[in-house]
């Protein structure tokens, strides 16, 4: 991760914290009602730390074990229907287990919060870090968010509540697996009071839970005459979930501050980042922590003089795709390299996808997809180097990056 994306460590919260103690610390202070999770590496810290809390008298929320993910889910599914605020967290295998549910939360129109430590998928078996876990789940109907670092991740979580609750659309934070859930960074950790600030305690109006003096029916059978209707309304609250992103992401940066600017830094709007040449000929656009790897790389060509018009294009909310404000930036580019930890098997990289469907007919860039970093594969500046040329180059095919 680059050194200039680190939180700054002057305010007096600052900690070096495990990436997992960070979130499960935060989620703690947001004070759900139910947690419910089951174990699965590298998710495992961040539950293990919440069921400690409530172990030690430090936590008032419940804590329910279930035997799977498909019941962790379950449970946080009855929990949030009957108007309490809850959370939950998995991974890779784990995630697919929860598929079903996963949808069901949406379609249900619960404000469920979820941490993805995203993973490698199986077969073969593999535990390290890459994204395509949740890409598996990405038609789901949930806001999705991605880190580059732990402090982001942090302030992603506080900002899910409030996005969740207000919109009644469930959140997911994806963190990258070991590189950010098992890594030591410098953290602001907010208090209950400080966080209260900006998410208040949850309320959900009458009607929209179960309730025994209010019967309700919630996830009823839908015929050909509603389905597609209630598909829509899910379909235009995401999209219109943009636009209040944004403030709230506004309303969270002036009250915690937590991020301190970065000189090259030209957008930071909550839904994406921008950073590096105002005028790019090349763009690299990314999710995650590899951001911090661009940055390295990209800093270092410009110290040498070389390759001085490149910008980087930080995606940090997935869904809803925020396609126009993704064209505003890469109108301005010549090539653009989608740099990613995941692959649409018989396609390309997902990101890329979305990307490509976006700029149709709006972007005159070549566009192209590739592919690094698959079951953990380290990811260097040598290779974002070896992308900033290819890109530039006439052949336009997916490229796998990195390989032995």
Known sequence: MSKKSQPSQRSQGS?????????????????PG?????????QTHIVEDLAKFKADGEADY??????????????????????????????SQGLLLMSEVVYNIAGMRLPVVMTCANRAVSAPINIWNDQQDVHAVTHAGWVMLFAENNQEAVD????????????SLPVMVNVDGFVLTHTYEPVTIFS?????????????????YLDPKNPITMGAFAGPTTYMEIREDLQNDLISSLDVIKKEYTEFQ?????KEKEKSVVIDNGLL???????????????????????????????????????????????????????????????????????????????????????????????????????????????IKKIITDVQKK????KFIGKL
């Open 62 to 91: 419940e804590f329910v074990r279930a035997e799977s993910e498909f019941a962790a889910a379950s449970i946080t599914v009855g929990a949030s229907a009957t108007g309490v605020r809850v959370y939950t967290a998995t991974s």
């Open 273 to 383: 980042e921008y950073y590096g040449s105002r005028f790019p000929k090349v763009v690299l656009v990314a999710m995650g922590s590899v951001i911090g790897t661009i940055k390295e790389a990209v800093d270092e060509l410009h110290s040498k003089k070389i390759f001085n018009d490149i910008g980087i294009l930080k995606i940090k909310t997935f869904r809803p795709f925020p396609g126009d404000e993704i064209n505003a930036i890469l109108k301005k580019a010549k090539y653009v390299a989608v740099i990613e930890k995941a692959i649409s098997l018989g396609s390309m990289g997902p990101l890329a996808i979305d990307l490509k469907a976006a700029a149709q007919g709006k972007v005159k860039a070549k566009i192209q997809s590739f592919v690094i970093g698959l079951g953990g594969r380290d990811i260097s500046k040598e290779m």
């Open 395 to 398: 052949d336009d095919s997916v």
């Open 34 to 42: 139910v947690i419910s999770a089951y174990p699965i590496t590298p």
């Open 254 to 258: 002036k009250i915690f501050n937590s």
């Open 192 to 208: 209950e009071k400080q966080i209260s600030r900006f998410l208040k305690p949850y309320k959900p109006q009458k009607g929209a």
């Open 15 to 31: 900690q070096i914290l495990e990436g997992s103690r960070a979130i499960a610390l935060t989620i703690k202070n947001i004070k």
């Open 156 to 167: 992603q979580h506080i900002l899910a509540y409030k996005i969740a609750e207000q919109l």
